[in-house]
């Protein structure tokens, strides 16, 4: 049962442009949401996480949206670079444990 | 200081038989938790441990396994592999819970089992 739904797949953006992944969620109990970056051969690294209480959180060139009424959260990547390049996995978090949207492979293109 | 350790590496077993992979968290870090990663099925959590305790299981057969020793290193252990077990096994450990977003989960390396 897939509880955190995560599109598009994949997402190729040019070098300056925005790369934005969306992602909805079902369970209303989760506690926090964060979004996880990961490169080839590497663990999954948090990069930016918002609470349910809040509608908008930034961090740099990283912001997530968060709809509560929607159950819908997003991320924004601002004036992406090759060094994005990523698969970016969406996540919800309830009692320890981590579910996981099924990821989003983003390309920068120069 | 160090980050989370996984051996070995990469592996790679025999349909039938069993394996078992090594955690060691972050210093000071009571909270492992173990999380599969394949193509088709994305990271999905396998369980839980603080101070020696499983807190919480996901969905997968008793065939996988898991303890937490009391210097919080861990293992996970898969008997009986089947070829669908081929995936890679990641494993993160935080300080605290995760229940508060001020918590943070620092994941290894992972070990790729491959089973043929």
């Known amino acids: 049962q897939q509880q955190v739904k995560q599109s598009p797949q994949s997402l190729i953006v040019q070098k300056g442009g925005i790369s934005i992944i969306n992602c909805a969620y079902e369970?209303?109990?989760?506690?926090?949401f964060p979004w996880y970056q990961q490169f080839p051969g590497k663990g999954p690294a948090l990069l930016i996480a918002?609470?349910?209480?809040?509608s908008e959180k930034k961090e740099g060139r990283f912001t997530i949206s968060f709809n509560k009424s929607a159950k819908q959260f997003s991320l924004h990547i601002m004036d992406s670079q090759p060094g994005d390049s990523a698969t970016y996995f969406c996540?919800?978090?309830?009692?320890?444990?981590?579910?996981f949207g099924t990821g989003t492979r983003l390309t920068i293109i120069p | 200081k160090a980050g989370v350790t996984q051996t070995p590496r990469y592996l790679i077993k025999t349909r039938g038989q069993q394996v078992t992979l090594s955690c060691s968290p972050i210093s000071g870090h009571r909270s492992v938790s173990w999380y599969q990663q394949t193509p088709g099925q994305g990271l999905q959590f396998l369980f839980e441990y603080f101070s020696e305790t499983q807190r919480n299981k996901g969905n997968f057969p008793g065939r996988f396994s898991g303890r937490q020793f009391s210097n919080s290193r861990s293992e996970m252990n898969v008997s009986t592999l089947e070829l669908g077990d081929s995936a890679l096994y990641l494993c993160?450990?935080?300080?605290?819970?995760?229940?508060?977003?001020?918590?943070?989960?620092?994941f290894g390396q992972g070990t790729r089992l491959t089973v043929v």
């Open positions: 993160a450990s935080s300080g605290n819970p995760l229940g508060s977003m001020n918590t943070e989960a620092f």
């Open positions: 996540a919800a978090v309830r009692n320890e444990k981590l579910t």
């Open positions: 369970n209303t109990a989760f506690d926090y």
């Open positions: 918002i609470r349910p209480d809040v």
